[in-house]
């Protein structure tokens, strides 16, 4: 393949890469904080779960061994 074909991709290539960001919708701020607060929420309620498995699970363990 010659330069100027592979030029010729790269710069097709960077045109259909424009053409697509054209057609996204990207989220409100309102939609992004919201959706933020979501993650933040499910992320500490995960932490407290395992948080509280891991004390439950050393207690246990640390009773089956010296108890």
């Known amino acids: ?7 010729d991709k790269v710069k097709e290539y960077f045109k259909e890469v424009y053409l697509e960001t054209k057609r ?3 989220p409100s701020r309102k939609e992004t904080m919201k959706g933020t607060y979501v993650v933040l929420i499910t992320v ?3 932490a407290v779960f ?3 498995v ?3 699970l050393a207690k246990f363990i640390q ?3 010296h108890g």
Do not use: N, Q, R
């Open 1 to 7: 393949m010659d330069a100027k074909a592979t030029l």
């Open 24 to 26: 996204v919708t990207f």
């Open 44 to 46: 500490f309620i995960a």
């Open 50 to 52: 395992l948080g509280l």
């Open 54 to 56: 891991d004390i439950g």
């Open 63 to 65: 009773a089956l061994f």
